[in-house]
């Protein structure tokens, strides 16, 4: 059983950055790939960003690659996604995820999930 929570969420302007966290209990957090997902009104959830267990391996979709990074420390249970050059775009709820299946970009694979944090990005 694995409990996430994210934070870090907020109001931020274009071109700015937000740093959002993932606090995740359990003492099996180093055998779960993580992802974090956003979900805007209206629209499906998306793949955001993806780490493996070891955080050897991060994963990207087009629309984030090259702004955002997604990191992990086991030590500390914790997930981070750094994201900069941020645009109007990108505002959603953002979502932490844990799968024990492997690295992937699809939501139907993570077994846990956190409750969101809102990232609002003003033109």
């Known amino acids: 059983q694995v409990q996430l929570v994210e934070s870090g969420g907020g109001l931020v302007q274009a071109g700015g950055s937000l740093r959002l966290s993932c606090a995740a209990s359990?003492?099996?957090?180093?055998?779960?790939?993580m992802g974090w997902f956003r979900q805007a009104p209206g629209k499906e959830r998306e793949f955001v960003a993806a780490?493996?267990?070891?955080?050897?391996?991060?994963f990207y979709p087009d629309s984030v690659e090259g702004r955002f990074t997604i990191s992990r420390d086991n030590a500390k249970n914790m997930v981070y996604l750094q994201m900069n050059s941020l645009k109007p775009e990108d505002t959603a709820v953002y979502y932490c995820?844990?799968?024990?299946?492997?690295?992937?970009?699809?939501?139907?694979?993570?077994?846990?999930w956190g409750q969101g944090t809102q990232v609002t990005v003003s033109s």
């Open positions: 359990g003492r099996t957090f180093r055998n779960y790939a």
């Open positions: 995820a844990a799968a024990a299946s492997g690295t992937t970009r699809e939501a139907r694979f993570y077994d846990y």
């Open positions: 780490i493996s267990w070891s955080g050897g391996n991060t």
